[in-house]
């Protein structure tokens, strides 16, 4: 069954700080691999892809990696700031699927605190 | 470029009760999908549309909701009757291509009471 477990469920940093979420996933076959930022109250907006070649990824502050061979991604999260605090949402494309054929995470709610 | 737009944004209704949701999407943007975001989860698929026709609708509950999408470009969502566990985040997304990915409208939160 394709599934896409992420952890931790809910994460609290202090404003500053790094930090790390992870994704895990059993879906096969591997298209892509997309990281959402949900802001309360928004839809989710696409921070990176990665493909099957891809081991890192950088958007401004937020650098994505992905072990294919583990089928694992992490999002890390440099000198978090109040305005990082929403859901992360990972999602996960079949190979082959038209656009209906992603597999969504859960999310991590992340809280910056000042 | 103007986004995804959605409305109403909040809507409270009775269970039993019908409502609609409504959806523009970016323009040029041939599919379109509705999700449905319970708290605490990611979105789940409702149906998906490529320009007027039907893609995927496995998971739409086919007895109480309807959704179409007339000369293939804005979307109705209808739920009749609605249930309590219809409460959700109602999602609709809008994509041009594989690559480019799916552009999310803010939602209409939907409580049935």
């Known amino acids: 069954k394709n599934q896409v477990e992420q952890s931790p469920q809910s994460l609290i940093i202090l404003e500053g700080k790094n930090c790390t979420l992870q994704?895990?996933?059993?879906?096969?076959?591997?298209?892509?691999l997309r990281w959402y930022k949900q802001d309360t109250g928004r839809g989710p907006v696409s921070l990176t892809i990665?493909?099957?070649?891809?081991n890192t990824k950088s958007n401004g502050r937020y650098t994505a990696t992905l072990d294919a061979d583990t089928k694992q991604s992490s999002l890390h999260i440099t000198a978090s700031q109040l305005s990082d605090s929403a859901s992360y949402i990972c999602v996960v494309s079949v190979l082959g699927g038209s656009q209906g054929n992603l597999i969504f995470g859960k999310g991590t709610k992340l809280s910056v605190k000042p | 470029e103007a986004g995804v737009a959605q409305s109403p944004r909040y809507k409270i209704i009775e269970k039993r009760q019908s409502v609609a949701f409504w959806c523009n999407p970016i323009s040029g943007h041939a599919t379109l999908y509705w999700y449905q975001q319970i708290l605490g989860q990611g979105p789940k698929l409702l149906i998906q549309f490529q320009n007027n026709g039907v893609v995927d609708d496995s998971q739409l509950p086919k007895d109480r909701f309807s959704a179409e999408r007339l000369k293939g470009v804005d979307s109705t969502l209808k739920i009749q009757p609605a249930k309590l566990e219809d409460s959700a985040v109602y999602l609709c997304a809008s994509s041009v291509d594989v690559v480019a990915g799916l552009f999310f409208g803010s939602g209409t939160q939907l409580s049935v009471l």
């Open positions: 990665m493909t099957f070649s891809e």
């Open positions: 994704c895990n996933y059993t879906v096969s076959p591997f298209s892509n």
